[in-house]
């Protein structure tokens, strides 16, 4: 089955149930243990179906079917902020026009908002937790591999090095595993970028190197002198590793 496909109509399915779930809430947290909520189910049983309607449909045109779990971040947890905003203001003006009686004497501001901070709950939750999900099945699967990959110390933390880190550590098929940074600011000494401690500065190249059994060493900064390169590249022939500079717009591998 087309991966796509499946999450699609993995998204739709939650959806549906959740939408269902998030409008019957604010029906019962409004009017749990009042004389009316008999009456007020009904009213929740005619309108479950357009509301549900709306809803996917709001998030369909919003593009939040096509939701990179891998990728997801600010961005799409502000764009699906917009998906249900407009759902929840497109059920105002469908309860208004259909339901004009029932909007001013029950529903009511009150139920459609507690509906818009449900829904919008469990929307985030639900794909941010794929996303989790996603990356923690992600990790298992490249720690798994880790003994076969090339343990890699990146020298320089801006620039392409974060990147570059985040990259290795998400693509085991890239073959190296980032062991630590080497960057010659104090100021980041002993700090930590996606788990990945910088231990000092390019000095500790030789020591680091033994002490972490490290393979390879990626030079990846936008200034670097040839002096400095020199020395690098001298030193990993000295240890036997591989050294590979990475340009400032691309990688060489």
Request: glycine share 6%; hydrophobic share 45%.
């Amino acid at each position: 089955m087309n991966q796509s496909f499946l999450r699609k109509t993995t998204l739709l399915a939650f959806d549906t149930v959740l939408i269902n779930l998030s409008f019957l809430l604010a029906f019962v947290i409004r009017f749990d243990q009042t004389p009316e909520f008999s009456e007020v189910m009904a009213l929740y049983q005619r309108l479950i179906l357009p509301v549900t309607v709306i809803r996917l449909t709001t998030f369909y045109f919003s593009g939040m079917y096509e939701w990179s779990f891998r990728y997801a971040s600010l961005s799409e947890a502000i764009r699906l902020l917009g998906a249900v905003s407009l759902g929840s203001l497109l059920m105002v003006v469908y309860i208004a026009f259909f339901f004009f009686h029932q909007f001013r004497t029950t529903i009511g501001r009150s139920v459609l908002v507690m509906d818009f901070l449900i829904c919008l709950f469990f929307a985030e939750i639900l794909r941010f937790s794929f996303r989790g999900l996603s990356k923690i099945g992600q990790e298992i699967r490249h720690y798994s591999r880790r003994s076969n990959l090339n343990r890699a110390l990146i020298l320089g933390v801006e620039d392409a090095g974060d990147l570059l880190a985040r990259e290795f550590l998400e693509r085991s098929e890239w073959g190296y595993w980032p062991i630590g940074f080497l960057d010659n600011d104090p100021k980041k000494w002993g700090a930590r970028i996606h788990g990945i401690k910088i231990w000092g500065a390019f000095s500790e190249l030789s020591r680091i190197a033994q002490q972490q059994n490290v393979r390879s060493v990626i030079i990846a900064l936008s200034k670097i002198s040839r002096e400095e390169i020199q020395q690098i590249v001298k030193t990993c022939q000295q240890f036997h590793l591989e050294c590979r500079i990475v340009p400032q717009t691309s990688y060489l591998w």
